[in-house]
């Protein structure tokens, strides 16, 4: 059996980026969270509408995405080198 079949396909490196990633994006999720007002019949366009909501939440998930995709597509480094 070669040495290069019972190698694991991510190293440490690899779990610590998608540990990021999915933190980015809890982050994400949660700041797009709310906006639910207490009387029913009652909008407030500015709470729902946010910066937060609209621009900040949506950038921070693109970017929670693209470290998770870092994160899988890294090679890991050869052991021992």
């Given at each position: 059996?070669?040495?290069n079949s ?20 809890i982050v ?10 207490d009387d ?6 500015e ?5 937060r909501?609209i621009?900040v ?15 899988i ?9």
């Amino acid at each position: 059996m070669s040495n290069n079949s019972s190698r694991l396909q991510f190293d440490k490196q690899n779990y610590l980026w998608m540990a990021i990633g999915g933190v980015v994006m809890i982050v994400a999720l949660l700041l797009m969270a709310g906006g639910k007002s207490d009387d029913p019949t009652v909008f407030n366009y500015e709470e729902v509408y946010s910066k937060r909501r609209i621009t900040v939440a949506p950038v921070l998930l693109l970017a929670g995405l693209i470290i998770e995709m870092y994160a899988i597509m890294r090679k890991p480094k050869p052991a021992g080198k």
